[in-house]
């Protein structure tokens, strides 16, 4: 009997078919089952059931705990956006790292995990006009994320054995990213263990360009995370190949539920033709798979996706020959051959 995991996936639009097809071939080959639960939230039955559809994703990602979410159109509201306040997603874990075959300008190996709070920031707020030439907004940050946030960067350090890196704009913004820091430095005297030291934001950016080895865990509020997984994302060639977690804690700052997609989007213009990557999603199922303890299947399912990539079996818009199809049955082939003899590796 293979142990099983149930998993909410989340269905959705343009190439979305194709690579909830891709995943469930390269299921197939892993030594445990997951027992997808679909929920279709593509336009159409977003237009048609309204908050309802969201209504049964919510229970049925909350009933499940972990959840792998296909790309979806923004058209009325963002799903993205529904799901992260209703589940009350406050993290995002965003890795980044070079992924072979992907083309970059950027001539150095980049591997660092992002860890961006979800919410506050000026996102929270839209702002509001003063009169006809002034507008303000205003900027939130609370205690609580911080600290979830917190926890899990340096959670993550211990496991991995990395350093973790905060940055913000504290000198200047001494009320909102002083509060950030301040929790930060709390949280980090809890793992005396990790390496841990505070950056200006803008500084942070010029440093990773110039040596990103020194970034391993960087955690930063949510504006300053929208804008360093764009930078970190364009270094690494592509704003679109790469997966990323999304996060929620109980008070004792254990995942709750996690969500887990790629970065990408629709991409409408080849829905259907069988030139989808599924690099991305193969991506996020590995993380996913971390999240339900599986390490060795995640590593798996990760260092078979890099390694065919490294040799040269990719799909074409990574100039190569394969297509989605072919593309995936090389990853589960390969990652069955790994497992058939694989051991017990170290956490991740």
Known sequence: ???????????????????????????????????????????????????????????????????????????????????RRR??????????????????????????????????????????????????????VERRPVREAARYAFGLARKTGKRVTTGSKYTIQKATDGLFESVAKEVAGQFPEVPHNAELFDALLGKIIMAPEKFQIVLVLNEYGD?????????????????????????????????????????????????ANPTAIFLAVSMMLYQLGEVAVGQAVKNATLDLLRQGVRTRDLGGRESTETFTEAVAAEVARRLSGAEAPAAP
Do not use: W
């Not at 078919?17 to 039955?45: K, Q």
């Not at 980044?96 to 950027?106: A, D, E, H, R, S």
């Not at 996060?247 to 030139?275: C, E, M, N, Q």
């Open 1 to 83: 009997m293979r142990p099983t995991y149930p998993v909410t996936e989340l269905l959705g639009d343009g190439i979305g078919p194709e690579l909830s097809r891709a995943v469930h071939a390269l299921a197939e080959s892993l030594p445990i089952r997951l027992e997808f639960r679909p929920v279709d939230i593509s336009v159409p039955n977003r237009r048609a059931r309204k908050s309802a559809i969201y209504d049964e994703a919510v229970e049925s990602i909350e009933a499940t705990k972990v959840a792998l979410k296909h790309p979806t159109a923004t058209v009325d509201e963002s799903p993205n956006q529904v799901l």
């Open 87 to 140: 589940l009350d997603l406050s993290v995002i874990h965003r890795p980044v790292y070079t992924i072979p075959g992907v083309p970059t300008n950027f001539r150095r190996e980049l591997d660092v995990d992002i860890v961006r709070i979800a919410t506050g920031g000026t996102y929270d707020d839209p702002g509001r006009m003063i009169g006809e030439d002034g507008a303000v907004s205003l900027r939130i």
């Open 227 to 275: 804008f360093l997984s764009d930078m970190a994302c364009g270094l690494a060639g592509s704003l679109g190949i790469g997966a990323s977690a999304n996060l929620a804690f109980d008070a004792s700052a254990v995942v709750r539920v996690a969500l887990y997609d790629a970065a990408h989007g629709t991409a409408p213009d080849i829905a259907g033709k069988g030139l």
